[in-house]
């Protein structure tokens, strides 16, 4: 498992995750994908086997001190392997380097894998937003303490 920063050579590679990974009225579109490559406050990170083949995209943002998840696909024959936790976590690392005290993401609420998955990483489900991905698909937000809460919070788990 390889974790790299993206850059715009991956972005056919993460529009293919994007159609595995969504519904098509839930996939990002490929100038989005391409804004988030090109954007120097965002950080896009892939995850690729050792032949090189993309099995997972995270894409993240710093404001302040609040770090945002924006966006994590993992291809789906290789979901439960630890790909998306470890995106997270190097998220998570690159957010507190840059003086985040905490991270946000949005997540929908029948996303059952992906809710215990930031669960496990520290987050905790603090407001519920109806219809955030459509009528009918509403989504859970979602917080975790960064930087020197770290430690206490990780014990508290």
């Known amino acids: 498992m390889i974790i790299t920063h993206a850059s715009a050579a991956d972005l056919d590679g993460i529009l293919a995750l994007e159609q595995d990974g969504f519904a098509p009225g839930e996939q990002w579109s490929h100038s ?16 690729t086997d050792a032949d090189g083949q993309l099995l997972g995209v995270a894409t993240f943002t710093v404001a302040e001190d609040m770090a945002d998840l924006q966006r994590v696909v993992v291809h789906p024959q290789a979901r439960g392997r630890g790909i998306g936790a470890a995106l997270v976590r190097a998220g998570v690392e690159w957010a507190e380097a840059l003086g985040a005290n905490r991270m946000l993401l949005e997540v929908r609420t029948d996303n059952v894998p992906a809710v215990a998955l930031y669960h496990r990483l520290g987050f905790d489900k ?32």
């Open 32 to 47: 989005l994908w391409a804004d988030e490559l090109a954007a120097p406050d965002h950080l896009v990170l892939t995850n």
């Open 126 to 157: 603090i407001s519920c937003r109806r219809d955030y991905y459509g009528p009918g698909h509403d989504a859970y937000v979602m917080l975790r303490p960064l930087g020197e809460d770290d430690d206490a919070w990780a014990l508290g788990r």
